[in-house]
């Protein structure tokens, strides 16, 4: 059994790189004399102060500043062609006036001094070595990864290193494949596996990354104190000793993952792999696929609300025997299995394409309007008819209603 820490939270990798964007951006060093890890912290303070200043919201002016806490908290040696570390830092600003600072983005106040704390947690300043000086990289926060063990400091550093283009958007070259997978809720997501250790038929896979339906992607953390490297070496030792064969085949290990780790209780015939991948191929957002019944649309509207159902038949066999569901109870050959309590958001554009099904019956469903279709949906008071939608990157590409005998 693979055995990962589920992230506390999951990361996206959009949010990292906007992260850095905001500070993470690299400091100049017009002296000549080379700066150390206490010069660019104090650095970044004054920028942090400069920014604070310049809100509209606030006349304040910071009037003293200090460092409380400067401190290595890790270091890779295998990330780049030299060192990287992360520096934990801790700082005071004292305002003109505590009493009319403001205080956004959880920033906190001890004793008149306003800390360093934000709505991401603390900063992490990240550096590398060039002729064992320090090369000040930027910033990340405390609150955008697991940093209380090692393997999630290097899952954190990773993130960012590859959020500023000096790491690739994979964590082991060679091998990979992308399995998809549906969540109980319809929606359709994907798994990027390695090979960490061996490449070919005698080496361990692993899932490094997965995206959920809306293109989000989540890194994931090992669960152990080691780095990932020694972590799987270990795994292909006890693999190579007749332990743990079920590393050997990605599917399995797919499965393992999606069952034990995301909680997803997904049987092996509904995973869709794609051999022989690239992480180009992970990073294309797949298409999600949703039925149920329409509300809250109109003109005015971008957006309705979306009653999930599952549409089952005579050949949904494995789901019908897990929800009891007798064949007496399909006479038309359909089960239509409603136990959301509450609607999907669903938003459209001006690309949504729209189908009806005009005059009943099993006719081909026509291409529409969305005025076309509001109007199609408002001559039903009593009920609503059923619709297929698909979803990609967040947004409805296409309502389609669904023939129901």
């Known amino acids: 059994m693979l055995n990962y820490k589920k992230p506390a ?59 409380t806490k400067l401190e290595k908290i890790a270091s890779f040696n295998e990330l780049l062609s030299s060192p990287v570390e992360i520096w934990s830092l801790e700082y005071r600003l004292q305002p003109d006036d505590i009493s009319k600072a403001p205080l956004p983005g959880g920033m906190n106040e001890v004793d008149g001094w306003i800390t360093e704390d934000s709505s991401m947690g603390k900063p992490m300043l990240v550096f590398s070595y060039e002729d ?6 930027g910033c990340t926060w405390s609150g955008e990864g697991d940093f209380t063990t090692l393997a999630g400091q290097e899952t954190a550093v990773r993130v960012f290193l590859e959020g500023i283009d000096l790491l690739p958007n994979e964590t082991y070259r060679g091998n990979h494949i992308v399995v998809k997978f549906p969540l109980s809720t319809g929606e359709t997501c994907q798994l990027f596996l390695s090979q960490p250790v061996i490449q070919g038929d005698l080496g361990i896979w692993c899932v490094e990354r ?16 080691a780095i990932t490297t020694d972590y799987y070496k270990d795994l292909q030792e006890q693999c190579d000793g007749g332990h743990k064969p079920s590393l050997l085949d990605p599917l399995q290990a797919a499965l393992e993952y999606i069952n034990n780790e995301l909680g997803q209780h997904v049987s092996i015939n509904k995973l869709v792999p794609e051999y022989s991948a ?3 191929d992970f990073l294309i957002t797949p298409e999600s ?9 109109n003109a005015d509207r971008s957006y ?35 136990p959301n309590n509450y609607p999907m958001y669903c938003q459209v554009t001006e ?13 081909t469903p026509e291409s529409v309007t969305k005025e076309e279709f509001i109007e199609y949906l408002e001559q039903y008071s009593d009920f609503s008819p059923l619709f297929r939608i698909i979803t990609k990157d967040g947004y409805v590409q296409s309502i389609i209603e669904q023939y129901v005998p």
């Open 9 to 67: 939270f999951w990361v996206a990798t959009l949010a990292i790189i906007a992260v850095v964007v905001i500070c993470g951006g690299l400091i100049s060093n017009p002296q000549k004399e080379p700066l150390t890890v206490e010069d660019y912290a104090n650095q970044f303070i004054e920028e942090q102060i400069t920014a604070y200043e310049k809100n509209e919201w606030t006349d304040v002016k910071i009037i003293d500043s200090k460092i």
């Open 132 to 137: 064992s000086k320090p090369q000040y990289l």
């Open 210 to 225: 997965w995206m959920d339906g809306n293109g989000s992607v989540y890194y994931v953390t090992p669960q152990t104190d």
């Open 278 to 280: 690239k992480v180009e």
């Open 289 to 297: 696929h949703f039925i149920g019944f329409i509300t809250n649309l």
């Open 304 to 338: 309705f609300d979306l009653d999930q159902i599952e549409w089952l038949t005579n050949d949904d066999t494995e789901r019908l025997m897990e929800l009891d569901i007798k064949p007496d109870e399909m006479p038309d050959g359909y089960y239509i299995y409603n």
């Open 351 to 363: 690309q949504t394409q729209y189908s009806i099904i005009n005059g009943g019956g099993e006719a």
